[in-house]
């Protein structure tokens, strides 16, 4: 028995004009063949077998189904673009937008199969013949060319199926499936899953997802080193716009966009929202409005990251006098925080607990807090698990995974992350800071206001590890003399 093909609903617009038929067949007719080049092959190509063989062998006779995640709607009939899943992008090399709704699984044997949405052709004959140009969300008229079956084997070297046999899988006896829950909710309902509650064994798949990433390979330290270089170039970007941004009554997105900019040219985009926190601003963790203007006497916190195309990002910041001279209060300031990022790195080697940095950079940040006479007791005592009066201060954790995601690796056990040791191959940041409140009646005036951090990112080696960000300046005369020469 044969299945008739599924007559696919059409993503049109409320607005959009009808179609006569005469307008379809004309429509049908008279196109020339595009097929992509024989020689194009995903970024990375050569290292994703080994990845998805790594995965396969972590649950021996298992289904593992991997999506690649659906759009979602920023208003009323405009999507957010779209970005998949990390997971599936490590183990296809497929990052790009046309990418939605797209499956990765790895079957029992171990072969990997990508169910996906193939190029619709241009007419006759073909449910999916007016998508390409009728289809506001999927039509290659309105967002662009996708492969078909064929190419998108030669460009990743996966078997393909069509995206509407996926449902067959899930029907009559199944081997022992796990699924990525929570990617994409299209799936989730297939697999009779639930975002909230998934199926026994499915956070294992997600563990293993993360953990398998914890180690670069040497591919991927070439691509985070791209991300960073690029934001390297940004941040010089935001030093030559201080002027123009000076003038404008929000001078904060003005940096934001010269940053921005840099980041769309180059690369994919930013790995994360562009902190640009001037001022009281920078006391702000995670301020990414970015809507205040500039003063020429404060500081300026910028923490952001180029996304290269291959999806990896950089995650660095630093903190910067918009005047070009640090007064002697942030110098104060600045260098207890630079203090503590020395210590935090000083302690980075292969065998050291993960949590071995953040500790020595805290235990500078509380001796100099003790040292100001802000904290009601000693630093040690402020230290101590039951107490941590410094935190008061410097709330967040000093560093965590980097790649893909800008806090990567974030599903993996404890014990082989936050509780576990570095290994030789992670790369991670370091980013201790200050974020003295403006209302703080702990702290002097002079104080008050001041928000700090510096952040490099760093890849453990077999004796310690190297700043992969070390082009940019992070001691106070070194930043003043970057500055001046930026800006002539």
Known sequence: ?????????????????????????FMGTGWATTPLPATDRVNGYEVMPAR??????????????????????????????????????????LTGEEQVGHVLVVEPTGEPVLYLRPRSPRGGGSPYGAEFYRDRRYGEFWVGRRADLGEAEQLTGIRTAHLDDLEKLFTGPQPTTRLLAGADPVVDALAGRSALVPAAGDGELASALSELRLIKDAWEVGQLQLSVDLTVTGFEDVVRALPAALRHHRGERWLEGAFNARARAEGNGVGYDTIVASGAHATVLHWIRNDGKLNPADLLLLDA?????????????????????????????????LAAQDAGIAALRPGASFRDFHKAAM?????????????????????QEDSGLFRRYTLCSTGHMLGLDVHDCAKARAETYLDGVLEEGQVLTVEPGLYLQADDETLPAELRGLGIRIEDDLIITADGARMMSSALPRTPDAIESWMANLLG
């Open 363 to 383: 235990r500078v940040i509380a001796h100099g807090l003790a040292d100001w006479g802000v904290l009601p007791v000693s630093a040690e005592e402020a230290l």
């Open 305 to 337: 990251g180029v996304e290269t195309d291959s999806l990896y990002t950089a995650d660095i910041t630093r903190t910067l006098p918009i005047g070009g001279t640090f007064s002697p209060v942030q110098r104060q300031a600045y260098e207890l925080v």
């Open 52 to 93: 998805r063989a790594r995965l396969a062998a972590r649950f021996p006779g298992e289904r593992l189904v991997v999506p690649a995640g659906q759009l979602k709607v920023r208003s009323n009939d405009c999507d957010y673009r779209f970005r998949p899943h990390s997971a599936y992008a490590w183990l296809t090399g």
């Open 1 to 25: 028995m044969t299945t008739a093909p599924k007559t696919p609903q059409l993503n049109t617009g409320s607005h959009d004009l009808p179609v006569s038929e005469a307008l379809d067949a």
